[in-house]
């Protein structure tokens, strides 16, 4: 009885793997597509300081997650970390990242910076790799040490030939990469992770908030419905796509995550040029083609690396 029943849960198994993976394919391409097209949403608060919208977006988001975090009945997660003293630290320390990392994205889309944006993402996975060399001791290969090259040379080459360095990039790649580090030390799950980040930040936005209104500011835009629910649906469109992200990240190969991060600066790199109609000299252009090769360099090398690894084996 058990021998015939053997071969009919193979294919049960094959078929709920296949599930998985479609389910962790499209909440990826989703949460990415959502990360790319995210700052034309950022338009509909057009007029709003970038200070307070992300002020806003650290409120509303403190509520979507949580109220995801009740539905799910993950709260419990939450109430644990709490208790910990050094999850607290690092997440104070990864939210202070975070709402940096928004506010100049924000504020980049507010002033028609996105190709700046745009370079900033594509440029994070190769910070991702310095800071692997620098904190964490890793050893470059030479694949990775000729695309830390080229993304050397595409950033000085706008520093020179351009007279200004690429600072917006600069700042959302650095800021973005440490705050993915800091979440790397901290072993708590990314949407509780979230939650406490925003709660944490909650009383520093709150406060701003209170000052501002004391001193004859404006807070809530009740004359503009339409600006009101743009403010309160940047709660919803920070936590949706990480909800999504983090769907994905548990049933796709890491290789695959990879290549699916790049379809957000992608999208933005087009939005940039088409939507905002941002001009594309011949320098940026040719940064932009030194970043395209490292990725693709770093890319090759890491299947050939994972390809090799089961021959050694």
């Not at 909440?27 to 300081?49: C, E, K, M």
């Amino acid at each position: 009885m058990a021998d015939s029943a053997a071969p009919d849960a193979a294919p049960d198994v094959a078929s709920t793997a296949q599930a998985e993976f479609r389910l962790g394919l499209t909440a990826g391409i989703s949460a990415y597509l959502l990360w790319g097209f995210l700052p034309l949403y950022y338009t509909l608060t057009d007029g709003v300081p970038a200070y307070m919208v992300v002020a806003h977006r650290i409120i509303w988001s403190v509520l979507s997650v949580g109220l995801f975090l009740v539905i799910v009945r993950r709260m419990g997660e939450v109430k644990a970390i709490l208790k910990s003293r050094k999850p607290l630290t690092l997440l104070f320390l990864s939210a202070a990242l975070i709402s940096v990392n928004w506010l100049v994205f924000i504020w980049a889309i507010e002033v028609g910076r996105v190709l700046e944006v745009s370079f900033g993402y594509f440029i994070n996975p190769l910070v991702n790799i310095v800071i692997g060399l620098v904190l964490l001791g890793e050893k470059l290969t030479r694949a990775q040490t000729i695309a830390a090259g080229l993304t050397v040379v595409a950033i000085a080459s706008q520093g020179i030939l351009l007279g200004s360095l690429p600072w917006v990039s600069l700042v959302l790649a650095f800021s973005f990469a440490a705050y993915g580090y800091v979440r790397k030390m901290t072993p708590v799950g990314a949407t509780p992770g979230l939650f406490i980040e925003t709660l944490l930040m909650t009383p520093f936005s709150l406060g701003f908030m209170i000052w501002l209104a004391s001193h004859g500011g404006t807070v809530l835009p009740t004359g503009d419905p339409g600006l009101l629910v743009a403010l309160l649906g940047t709660g919803i469109v920070t936590a949706l796509p990480l909800i999504l992200f983090a769907t994905s990240a548990r049933r796709l190969p890491l290789s695959l995550v990879g290549f699916l991060q790049y379809i957000a600066p992608s999208i933005q790199f087009l939005l940039a040029i088409s939507y905002w109609g941002e001009p594309l000299s011949t320098v940026k252009l040719a940064s932009f083609v030194l970043i395209w090769i490292s990725l693709a360099i770093v890319s090759v090398d890491a299947i050939r690396r994972r390809e090799r690894r089961p021959a050694r084996a």
